[in-house]
């Protein structure tokens, strides 16, 4: 009997969990959608006698057919790119604890500070119903680290070239539009200037500017977020920046030769 399991990986949850990759080799690219049905019947029943709680199957887009198949045995979508989709099929008694796919979009702006005259550097899009102040941003890429969006985004936008310095606030909103009604985080990033020429983006900005922080926080010409974020900058001037920061701590995760990026106010050395 050919089946599925023969050439499938084997993934964490409860140590009860398969995954199959269908672009692996683990079918003949010209299989029918009737001949995989049965392959993946006969899996099911191998994989549940062995105690499986859960099944991740990945089909390129040359073998969409499959698709239709592993919805007639359970499977249902969990998400879906370019090239491929993921369905998956919950073995396990109860309910589903397979987590969900991503939800989330994030969203990095960098306020850049120049500390020598009190200045930092705003836009305002093109294309906005109101042209207000802000700092300048944009999505993060996969992959990505919030400090390096940052830099890359204010880049991108103004021609100013920047340094990540720590992490300032975090907002979190539900039901956005821009992201097709999922959630949405955006991030605003501390970063110090490493050029202060402009040549701003005519694409996106309507206009650039290095504006004085106290005047960004007292204007009706920029957004909530951003005056109060003014405000914050403000004080760190004034008191130092470590009353204000998040810095950045690259750590090592529990995954072997994995690293993770951990944003915290630091302890004073005395008190670490």
């Not at 998956?88 to 991503?102: T, V």
């Not at 539009?177 to 990033?189: N, Q, R, V």
Request: overall charge neutral; proline content about 4%.
């Amino acid at each position: 009997m050919s089946v599925l399991v023969l050439n499938c990986r084997f993934l964490t949850l409860l140590g009860k969990t398969v995954r199959v990759d269908l672009a692996d080799g683990s079918v003949p690219t010209d299989i029918s959608e009737d001949a995989f049905s049965r392959r993946l019947q006969d899996s099911l029943i191998q994989w549940r006698a062995e105690d499986k709680v859960a099944v991740w199957l990945r089909i390129p887009i040359s073998l969409s057919r499959c698709a239709a198949a592993a919805s007639t045995q359970g499977f249902t979508f969990h998400h879906a790119k370019a090239d491929h989709t993921v369905m998956a099929l919950w073995l396990g008694e109860g309910e589903s604890r397979l987590p969900g796919f991503a939800t989330h979009q994030v969203g990095v702006a960098g306020a850049v500070v120049d500390e020598s005259n009190g200045k930092v550097l705003v836009v305002q899009d093109r294309n906005k119903t109101k042209n207000a102040w802000k700092f300048p941003g944009g999505l993060s890429d996969p992959g990505e680290n919030i400090g390096a969006t940052a830099v890359r985004e204010v880049f991108e936008e103004t021609g100013v070239h920047s340094q990540f310095k720590s992490l300032l606030s975090i907002r979190q909103q539900h039901n956005h539009p821009g992201a097709f009604g999922m959630s949405d985080l955006y991030l605003i990033c501390r970063l110090s200037p490493l050029s202060y020429h402009i040549n701003f983006c005519p694409q996106e900005c309507l206009r650039c500017e290095w504006l004085q922080l106290e005047e960004l926080a007292k204007t009706s010409d920029t957004t909530p977020i951003t005056s109060r974020v003014a405000r914050l900058l403000l004080y760190g001037l004034k008191h130092g920046f470590n009353h204000i920061d998040l810095t950045m701590e690259e750590m090592p995760a529990v995954y072997s030769g994995m690293f993770y990026q951990l944003y915290h106010r630091p302890l004073p050395s005395n008190k670490a």
